[in-house]
């Protein structure tokens, strides 16, 4: 029987919901795009969208910047980072996060992560004490959420400010609370493959009124801030508005428009995603050598990406598995690589934060494979990749076995 192959894309989203469609055109139709553009008694897309993700995420404050990577930028300046100083981050995320710092002016202290793939408590204590950094660049990567109560209780302890890089769990919740919720302020990206769609595009939420006013002068709002309804009063804005400089990175009434529709879809689409999710883990569960990601009973999470771990796996055997899946039409992204590809890196990789060492982070890494799960799937495909990837792990344990055998042969 010919191996069974794979056929859809790992890259391709859904389309933006007709209601959005029609809310974009009329927005081009009338050509005020610019936030700030509006005509009397009109309310911008970008405002009316701030709030409604305000009332999402029961927030007080929310803002809408030009990208997931300026929202935590912004977030980290609003917070005060000074040039030089440390903040800490996970081992374990995406190339924006330290970017972020840097572009700040910040030092990215990587801290280690679990065989959950959440954040380390024990190393955060000790690099917090260690460094004395103030801040704490939260990342829920790939949507794993560690303890949220026992993590505020212990940077309440260590004196930390949390700000929690969200780009992975819009929509989700920790205990009932929304994620972005625990931090002093919540950052989002509305990129396309996360899970609201505008091609480019960020938010941010807090409760914090200067946080939030600073967040807003930062963001290019000029003297025009009553325009944001999610903001909060004129006075908050009096005090700080001539010591907050202006970087620009406002959000369009385009992108805005094409997002307020997807805020209501946010709860379908986890359930959608769940779906997913559980077909994948349940056709992987139970193979030898490959080890699955235990979910915690707290955390609702989104299942727009998969991880699981091939512990202690040389390189070229990982390579192999790579390869027979590729093969198969199963895209595979493995974070142990040396070389950076696409959008995989690890942070040995981002040189500018300097020579680090996270051992316990390494180990995990060189065994970490991740797909993605857009929601163009159906839950028969996830099922399908699962025997695909089944296949090809007993496929290399089989050929293992007989090279085994065969090797005293030939000698
Ligand atoms: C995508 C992403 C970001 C940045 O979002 P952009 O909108 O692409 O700037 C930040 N953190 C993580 C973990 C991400 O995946």
Known sequence: MKPEVFTGSFTQQEPIPEE??????AVMRHGRLHRYNTVAGETAEAAALEAEFAAFTGAR???????????????????????????????????????AIAAAGGRPVFVEIGPDLTLDFDDLAGKARATGARLLMLSHMRGHVCD????????GDL?????????HTMGAAWNGVPSGRHGAIGCYSTQTYKHMN?????????????LAARMILLSGSYMLYARHPAAPGEEVFRRLRLDIPNVSGRMDNLRAAVLRPQIAMLADRRARWAALYRRLEAGLAGIPGLRLIARPESEAYMGSSFQFLLPDWEPARI????AGAVGRGVELKWFGADEPQAFTSRYPHWRYAGVQSCPATDRILAGLIDLRLPLTFSPEDAAQIARILRDEALRIGQAEAVAAVETPLIQ
Do not use: K
Not at 148 to 155: K, N, Q, T
Not at 319 to 322: E, S
């Open 159 to 167: 004196g930390l400010q949390v700000i929690e890089d969200c780009a």
């Open 319 to 322: 390579r192999a598995f790579l």
């Open 61 to 99: 404050f929310c803002l809408a910047v030009a990208s997931g990577g300026y929202a935590l930028g912004c977030a980290l300046r609003a917070c005060g980072l000074a040039a030089g100083d440390p903040v800490l981050t996970n081992a374990f995320t995406l190339a924006p996060v330290p970017g």
């Open 198 to 210: 505008s091609g480019e595009g960020g938010l941010v939420v807090t409760d914090d009124e200067d």
């Open 148 to 155: 949220m109560e026992a993590l505020m209780d212990l940077c």
């Open 20 to 25: 959005a469609i029609a809310a974009a055109v």
